[in-house]
């Protein structure tokens, strides 16, 4: 769930990437904070445990939400969900969420007395108006969201390729939460992108708000998979590796023939069709192996388990491989 409050780039070009990508599904809502008819009016279910596994707040201020909202959301991240703040002039403290329950879970702490007001100028001392070259940390160059290439020297080669920031809000070097992790910073002297655990979750705060001029000067791939995999690491899928298997249902009646689809991606996400694939079912008495036959079908593949007479576990091993595939 993507929900902003201010029509500008960063939210057009990050919803192009998120939705390029085959394994991730958006839903998207802008509100004016401002104006309480434009909230969703399902806003209070979509927080609740359970009903996502991602949230994305953009430049909206703490004033579109209830306490118990928040209080809900805040629930979800414990239970396991992954919430990710991005930077804009009503996220974080000037957004006013240094009052409400979200202070606890984001990564960063923030003041009250940062709020940045509807009717007065952009801040200067919660905010950095000026372009700010995002690199990763000594931690983010081995992590999983800030890996754009293979390996490390051309991982941080490429984000050094990569444009500069517009600008970015302000967290101090000292205004973290015990046990967060600076992924990214610019130069050293100002984090960028912050993670840390809460519950069962995970929680990030990113500065910035202007990742859209990489994807405007050429850098698309590199704009799609950092966007992509802040999503799975947030989701707890970023070790799940490229190759995946999906059954609707997961249970059937004894006797029933389970259809098998799967296929393969690349590291930024591509579909993979002619990725080679073997694939097998382990029976209930976890010794017996059945071959199962996949055959193409567009850009994944198909196949069916007949062999279904013995209650129990069954369980399916795919395996693929690809020069794209580590």
């Known amino acids: ?8 780039p960063e939210a057009t070009f990050l919803l192009r990437a998120l939705n390029a990508s085959p394994d991730v599904n958006v839903r998207y809502n802008r509100i004016d904070a401002q104006r309480r008819e434009t909230r969703p009016g399902d806003l209070a279910e979509c927080l609740r445990p359970g009903r996502f596994d991602v949230y994305i707040l953009g430049d909206l201020d703490a004033k579109a939400f209830d306490n118990n909202e928040l209080n809900g ?23 006013g969420y240094a009052e409400t329950p979200l202070r606890d879970v984001l990564p960063v702490i923030m003041d009250k007395f940062d709020r940045q007001t509807f009717d007065e100028s952009v801040r200067e001392g ?38 500069p920031l517009d600008g970015a809000n302000k967290f101090r070097p000292d205004g973290l939460a015990r046990g967060a992790v600076v992924l990214a910073d610019a130069g050293g002297r100002l984090p960028l992108l912050v993670e840390h655990l809460y519950g069962g979750g995970r929680a990030m705060a990113f500065a910035g708000d202007s990742t859209w001029r990489w994807r405007m000067h050429g850098h698309q791939s590199a704009h799609k998979r950092f966007w992509r995999q802040i999503v799975l690491r947030l989701a707890q899928k970023d070790k799940t590796g490229n190759v995946w298997v999906r059954l609707q249902p997961r249970r059937y009646p004894k006797g029933a023939k389970v259809d098998v689809t799967a296929g393969a991606r690349s590291s930024s996400g ?18 017996t192996k059945r071959k199962l036959d996949l055959i193409p079908q567009g850009k994944q593949r198909i196949g069916s388990f007949r062999e279904t007479q013995v209650p129990g576990d069954y369980r399916i091993v795919v395996t693929a491989r690809h020069a794209d595939l580590p």
């Open 1 to 8: 769930l993507y929900l902003e409050g201010t029509l500008r």
């Open 73 to 95: 959301l805040k629930q979800a991240v414990r239970e396991g969900a992954g919430l990710i703040m991005i930077g804009g002039i009503h996220s974080f403290g000037p957004g």
């Open 126 to 163: 919660v905010h950095v108006q000026q372009r700010l070259q995002m690199r990763p940390t000594q931690a983010g160059l081995f992590h999983s969201a800030m890996e754009l290439a293979a390996g490390r020297e051309e991982n941080a080669a490429l984000w050094a390729q990569l444009p």
């Open 270 to 287: 591509e579909p993979l069709p002619d990725a080679r694939f073997e694939a097998h079912v382990v029976l209930p008495d976890k010794k």
